[in-house]
């Protein structure tokens, strides 16, 4: 099938690339002529195992195109995806400018019937806000053209994008025109070949599944994150309550990690528009508002540990940060826990000597040059000369370390992880100062 997708950002570029993948002939339209040579020319702009690789491939054997071009976007592909961002304005809720304008710009060029899909992230009532800046700029040109507009959110992990795409879990198709459903269920077809994971349902339900999906799994975040907190006060080990209550398959294992808070492009975001969505309609999200509430509170859990060991002897101090990016295998840095951290300890006067395996460049853009922030090229330069070491993220590269090494280069034997990467007993017995999260028992035997 012919397919265009807007917006060659996060979502719509490996949504675009697993299309060409199986052999859709996909035209990728976006307004960044940077982006778009760069793309042209087979650099991907953004780190995500397994794109690069798919989106040469794909480019060089003809099923992947990037354009500027709008018009020849919309000539291309029978289905529009619209993949453009809803950044949060002032408020929190979801800017649909940059969606609104690829409808009306679909609507000015096209000449043929047309499926438009919002891809994108947006709030409920959104497709109808989209049928009727198509169907207005029609009715401006003089045009009378069918059209359906479906929605069709997207559920990829960062860091798992292209696998979630190739095998998705559910594919949710928003619409009730039974040509669009159709044309959907073609489109995905060669996704869906060992078991059929569509799920068709009307369009506000669609939109709304996807901002349920993530708040849920946000909750699930935050209200571990409160227990953490609770086990901390009351002498009990979070990491023992997971276990314990992931074992009922009604709870299950995934997704009851507490750490130094949820970060990412999606969860902030989908929950603070979910919230003023509710605001909007004059319903209290009071769950959301809590789960936003912990989370906030949650990211500054690290700074209070350090608080806590350092006292008034913080300032001058040089600590050593392992982890930049809001999650591992990905250098996005949005919302990132380490974000707060870096700020509240440049405040109390500390400096960083920090090291992340993909997210430096990104460090280096968002902050710039500064004296208190040194960026170290591995994870052993960056305990060089420092006073502790702070832990942030969990990558793979952090979980089994040279103890004996990270004690001989700091000046201070002690750990801060915001991951619970570690065994407190095992740490202590080998001489650290370990704060972890919400395992009050094991803290401090060194
Ligand atoms: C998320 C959803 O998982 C995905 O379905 C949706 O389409 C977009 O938002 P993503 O933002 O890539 O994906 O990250 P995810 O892996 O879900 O992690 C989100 C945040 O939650 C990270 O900061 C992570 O560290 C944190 N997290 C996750 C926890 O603190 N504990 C957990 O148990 C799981």
């Known amino acids: 099938m012919k397919v265009t997708v807007f917006g060659v950002g996060y979502v719509g570029l490996v949504q675009a690339a697993v299309m060409a993948e199986v052999g859709h002939d996909v035209c990728c339209v976006d307004v960044d002529s940077a982006k778009v040579e760069d793309l042209n020319r087979g650099l991907v702009p953004i780190y995500e195992p397994g794109l690069?690789?798919?989106?040469?491939?794909?480019?060089?054997?003809?099923?992947?195109q990037f354009t500027t071009d709008?018009?020849?976007?919309?000539?291309?592909?029978?289905?529009?995806?619209?993949?453009?961002?809803?950044?949060?304005?002032?408020?929190?809720?979801?800017?649909?400018?940059?969606?609104?304008?690829?409808?009306?710009?679909?609507?000015q060029h096209m000449d043929k019937p047309r499926v438009i899909v919002n891809k994108s992230t947006v709030p409920v009532g959104t497709a109808d806000k989209v049928t009727q800046a198509v169907a207005t700029t029609l009715v401006e040109r003089g045009a009378d053209i069918p059209f359906q507009v479906v929605s069709n959110p997207e559920f990829l992990k960062e860091g798992a994008a292209i696998s979630d795409c190739m095998r998705p879990d559910r594919i949710v198709i928003g619409s009730s025109d039974a040509d669009a459903i159709a044309t959907m269920r073609e489109l995905y077809e060669p996704f869906n070949r060992q078991q059929d994971r569509t799920v068709v349902m009307d369009v506000r339900s669609a939109e709304l599944t996807k901002y349920a999906a993530n708040c849920m799994l946000a909750t699930k975040i935050s209200f571990m994150n409160e227990m953490a907190n609770?086990?901390?006060?009351?002498?009990?080990?979070?990491?023992?309550?997971?276990?314990?209550?992931?074992?009922?398959?009604?709870?299950?294992?995934?997704?009851?990690?507490?750490?130094?808070?949820?970060?990412?492009?999606?969860?902030?975001?989908?929950?603070?528009?979910?919230?003023?969505?509710?605001?909007?309609?004059?319903?209290?999200?009071?769950?959301?508002?809590a789960v936003e509430r912990v989370n906030d509170n949650q990211k500054s859990?690290?700074?209070?540990?350090?608080?806590?060991?350092?006292?008034?002897?913080?300032?001058?101090?040089?600590?050593?940060?392992?982890?930049?990016?809001?999650?591992?295998?990905?250098?996005?840095?949005?919302e990132a826990p380490s974000r707060?951290?870096?700020?509240?300890?440049?405040?109390?006067?500390?400096?960083?000597?920090?090291?992340?395996?993909e997210a430096m460049e990104e460090t280096q853009r968002i902050f710039g040059q500064r004296d208190d922030l040194v960026l170290m090229?591995?994870?052993?330069?960056?305990?060089?000369?420092?006073?502790?070491?702070?832990?942030?993220?969990?990558?793979?590269?952090?979980?089994?370390?040279?103890f004996e090494l990270i004690k001989s280069e700091l000046a201070e034997p002690v750990i801060f992880d915001g991951r619970n990467l570690y065994d407190p007993d095992r740490v202590a017995g080998r001489?650290?100062?370990?704060?972890?999260?919400g395992r009050g028992l094991s803290v401090q035997r060194g």
Request: charged fraction near 25%; include cysteine; hydrophobic fraction near 40%.
């Open 301 to 334: 859990v690290l700074m209070r540990n350090i608080q806590r060991h350092f006292g008034d002897r913080l300032k001058g101090k040089t600590l050593a940060l392992w982890g930049l990016a809001f999650k591992p295998n990905t250098d996005d840095m949005r």
């Open 52 to 64: 690069e690789p798919m989106v040469k491939q794909n480019h060089a054997e003809g099923r992947l």
């Open 340 to 357: 707060v951290l870096l700020e509240a300890l440049w405040q109390a006067g500390a400096r960083v000597q920090a090291f992340d395996p």
């Open 230 to 289: 609770l086990a901390e006060k009351l002498g009990a080990d979070i990491e023992a309550v997971r276990k314990g209550i992931g074992s009922d398959p009604r709870i299950g294992y995934h997704f009851i990690y507490p750490g130094c808070g949820y970060g990412g492009s999606c969860f902030p975001k989908d929950v603070q528009a979910l919230i003023r969505t509710a605001d909007g309609i004059e319903h209290d999200a009071q769950i959301l508002k």
């Open 377 to 402: 090229g591995t994870k052993e330069a960056a305990l060089h000369g420092a006073d502790a070491l702070v832990i942030c993220t969990e990558w793979q590269a952090f979980r089994a370390p040279d």
């Open 431 to 437: 001489g650290f100062d370990y704060y972890a999260i």
């Open 70 to 107: 709008a018009a020849q976007g919309v000539a291309h592909g029978e289905v529009q995806f619209i993949a453009v961002g809803t950044p949060p304005d002032e408020d929190g809720s979801a800017d649909l400018k940059y969606v609104l304008a690829v409808a009306r710009t679909v609507a």
